[in-house]
């Protein structure tokens, strides 16, 4: 069973270092994706940063479970 990994940074930004980086990870059995929120922070410094960028991570997070994707640590 192959499993589908979506992470999913909780800031707006378009850096895609950490795709790149987690590419290397993927195995026949494992697949594994990163997307950013679209609309937030570009950072998290303070618990307002936090709230900010919440609803988007959850809509994110809805979106990849129902697109058969495993969210880690949620």
Avoid at 12 to 34: A, G
Avoid at 50 to 61: S, V
Wanted: hydrophobic share 35%; aromatic share 6%; with cysteine.
């Amino acid at each position: 069973m192959k499993t589908n990994l979506k992470i999913i940074t909780p800031i707006v930004t378009k850096d895609r270092s950490l795709l790149k980086e987690i590419k290397k990870y993927r195995r026949d059995d494992l697949d594994i994706d990163h997307v950013a929120i679209e609309q937030g922070p570009a950072s998290i410094e303070n618990s307002f940063d936090d709230a900010l960028c919440a609803l988007n991570l959850l809509k994110q997070a809805a979106q990849a479970e129902q697109s058969g994707y495993t969210i880690p640590g949620y």
